[in-house]
């Protein structure tokens, strides 16, 4: 059996500052990730993590709150000894996140510990807060001397999605990023590209001389892109009133997976090189008007009703939600790619909350054959192929064929091919975040958003948006919890021939 536990150097020496350090994000996914990295001797030996956040916290309160955090969050068994030096590494710092005071406190902690202002070396820092503040931080830190390089050392920025509102809003935040930092120091980041299987798509296709030369119009009848949710908003009721499913989840996660099983051939894996490629996808798309927009993308909203046996809340009733909130709690879209690959294959993508399963995956539907050869038998019809590449929650790859049933008739059944990575591969368990940091670590930007990628996702949706906010729904809610979604979105298919894979 194989491994896919890394093998690549240590990361290089640095200090990481977490601003944000007492929040959510940080106890359930960053402690833990780190932890594994330790466990994994992929961090520096000279590591080092301070966490800043408003509230006051002495030292030891704080590392004892990261104790408590791995003790619940850890994602497999945790080496005591490798914690202990770990969080023996971990320091607390308060302060608001737009008072120059803090980050002058943060700068001589930095020279303190690195004997000097020249010596203080390298530097992550992590923006774990809410996004209003990503601008602000950044600007604070540039004015105290905090992102400038100097010889060898390198300053990095971690800043973690939405990426921007709206359009506008995701060009000023580029704009005000790039006005102190340079791009190559931006690490925009997306869980979702930490999953192995969001990352073997490349390998999949790009690895395999079978599949890659039916990967155009040619073979392939459409495309259907599905991330469900059985959970409601639970306790983020506020952020997600002012959200909705579709900026929630499609200029970022779903526009990454569109754009892995879009993209042509990079010239190689350098960054660059590949992120070109995601953002020709982006471009390519046709842009939707008010007039496509009514017959093209489809929005819901979860209703009362049963999921998993257990009756449910309709979205209204949520805490922190309005009464007659108009906010979307499901999004499908349309799309079509004009480009000489995929001209005339549509992309069906399809998000939301309160669904039947919770799951996430890519299904590449094939052309049929040709019926002619089967002309004279009693075949009827002859089924397509389906190549279904599957993120969560049981990653793996399968291939449907047609193959004879036994007997002596000549009928034709369909059965699966299906390849389960957990059956291939003794993978360690992870939050999705150890790749991604310690990719920043090294300074291997491939699986992070470009300026250019961010704004030509928002470019695609923001007609969408506009049209949405200058038409209420009159049906809301218009499924209810456990169900498929709203029979829109059945529609928005069935007028081309096609439907949705079940959920």
């Known amino acids: 059996m194989a491994t896919t536990l890394k093998t690549g150097r240590q990361a290089d020496p640095c200090t990481m500052i977490i601003f944000g350090a007492s929040g959510d994000l940080t106890k359930r996914l960053l402690v833990p990730a780190l932890y594994n990295l330790k466990h994994a001797k992929l961090l520096p030996e000279g590591f080092r993590l301070i966490g800043v956040a408003r509230s006051e916290h002495p030292n030891e309160a704080f590392r004892e709150d990261f104790t408590k955090a791995i003790k619940d969050f850890a994602t497999t068994e945790v080496v005591m000894d490798e914690w202990d030096d770990l969080v023996a590494r971990v320091s607390y710092q308060s302060g608001a996140f737009d008072d120059p005071a803090t980050y002058q406190k943060l700068l001589e902690d930095l020279t303190d510990a690195g004997g000097g ?3 203080i070396g390298n530097c992550l820092f992590y923006l774990a807060t809410a996004p209003e503040f990503f601008a602000t931080i950044v600007e604070r830190l540039a004015a105290a001397g905090l992102t400038r390089e100097e010889g060898e050392t390198w300053r990095r920025v971690i800043i973690e999605k939405p990426f921007g509102h709206d359009l506008d809003s995701a060009r000023t935040l580029n704009t005000d990023l790039q006005a102190v930092l340079a791009e190559r120091q931006i690490y925009r980041i997306d869980h979702y590209l930490g999953k192995e299987t969001v990352q073997n798509i490349m ?35 506020g952020f997600y009133e002012q959200t909705g499913a579709l900026r929630d989840m499609i200029p970022n996660h779903m526009f990454q997976l569109l754009s892995f099983i879009g993209m042509e051939a990079p010239t190689s894996f350098a960054a660059d090189a590949l992120r070109s490629e995601k953002v020709k996808v982006l471009d390519s798309i046709r842009p939707l008007d008010a007039a496509s927009v009514l017959t093209d993308a489809v929005r819901g909203q979860y209703g009362a009703g049963v999921l998993n046996e257990k009756p449910v809340w309709a979205y209204r009733a949520e805490p922190k939600i309005a009464a007659d909130s108009m906010t979307e709690t499901y999004a499908a879209l349309k799309l079509n790619i004009d480009n000489w690959r995929w001209a005339g294959v549509p992309f069906y993508l399809r998000t939301g909350k309160r669904l039947p399963r919770r799951m996430s995956e ?39 064929f047609g193959a004879k049933i036994p007997g002596t008739a000549l009928d034709i059944g369909n059965v699966k091919m299906n390849f389960q990575y957990k059956d291939y591969f003794q993978s360690a368990p992870s939050t999705g975040y150890e790749t991604l940091i310690y990719d920043a670590m090294i300074g291997d930007a491939t699986l992070f958003q470009r300026a250019d990628n961010v704004e030509a996702g928002w470019k695609v949706v923001q007609p969408v948006l506009d049209a949405w906010a200058n038409r209420r729904p009159r049906d809301f809610p218009n499924y209810e919890a456990g169900t498929q979604g709203p029979r829109q979105a059945d529609e928005l298919l069935a007028r081309d021939g096609r439907v949705w894979r079940k959920i």
């Open 362 to 400: 890519i299904a590449i539907q094939f052309k049929r054959a040709p019926i002619a050869v089967f002309r004279d038998t009693p075949v009827e019809d002859v089924g397509s192929n389906l190549l279904v590449i599957r993120i969560q929650p049981d990653e793996g790859v399968s291939l449907q």
């Open 203 to 237: 390998v999949f296709r790009f690895a395999n001389g079978i599949f890659e030369p039916l990967w155009n119009r040619d073979h392939i009848d459409h495309v259907q892109i599905t991330v469900a949710e059985t959970v409601g908003v639970e306790s983020r009721g």
């Open 117 to 119: 202002p020249d010596s």
